[in-house]
């Protein structure tokens, strides 16, 4: 099993500024089919990114994935008041399907 | 529109059974892989199990196998999840999400309570 670590846990940031959100790998994720999620409060998950890089449908440009192999990044580049939320890598490369711990993001 | 509604949660006793049901709309049901995930009160997300297309290949985590089985009903765009000797552990919010590959659609989750 593909155990992934979030961090930092919490990261407390002003609207304006930049977000950088890192997700290691215990080993490297196959086809770097890494995806970011975000969820907002009694919400569903709501995906971001796919495939490390690939911004799904709908998905602002502030929102940036990048990384391969076991370390994977998400750079939120200008935080606007709906991005305070707890946001989720997972690998979907090998069984069982894994996500890490959650990094939330909070209003300073 | 893709829509995917859960329902069947409830309160159940430590042993008991629950079955939960996704209904979905707006896709052809049958092109995709369909999963399950779980969210425990105030933590993260937790991958459950998952069911090919025509339900011929099923993947389930560890902690379940064996008491959890996923099915489907293509005629009647449905997924199911049955959950046999539930645990307090169970006790989580589930949501069906459709792959391929990353989820990109989710439910709005149904609660099971695992409590005595």
């Known amino acids: 099993e593909i155990v992934l670590t979030q961090s930092p846990g919490t990261l407390s940031l002003s609207p304006g500024e930049r977000a950088t959100l890192s997700c290691r790998a215990s080993q490297s994720v196959s086809k770097n089919y890494l995806a970011w999620y975000q969820q907002e409060p009694g919400q569903a998950p709501r995906l971001l990114i796919y495939?490390?890089?690939s911004r799904a449908t709908g998905i602002p440009d502030r929102f940036t994935g990048s990384g391969s192999g076991t370390d994977f990044t998400l750079t939120i580049s200008r935080l606007e008041p709906e991005d305070f939320a707890v946001y989720y890598c997972?690998?979907?490369?090998?069984?069982?399907?894994?996500f890490g711990q959650g990094t939330k993001v909070e209003i300073k | 529109e893709v829509q995917l509604v859960e329902s069947g949660g409830s309160l159940v006793q430590p042993g008991g059974s629950l079955r939960l049901s996704c209904a979905a709309s707006g896709f052809i049901f049958s092109d995709y892989w369909m999963n399950w995930v779980r969210q425990a009160p105030g933590k993260g997300l937790e991958w459950v199990a998952n069911i090919k297309q025509d339900g011929s290949e099923k993947n389930y985590l560890d902690s379940v196998k064996g008491r959890f089985t996923i099915s489907r009903d293509n005629a009647e765009n449905s997924l199911y999840l049955q959950m046999n000797s539930l645990r307090a552990e169970d006790t989580a919010v589930y949501y069906c999400?459709?792959?391929?590959?990353?989820?990109?659609?989710w439910g709005q989750g149904t609660l099971v309570t695992v409590s005595s």
């Open positions: 997972h690998q979907y490369g090998s069984s069982p399907r894994t």
């Open positions: 999400a459709r792959s391929p590959g990353s989820l990109g659609y």
């Open positions: 495939g490390a890089s």
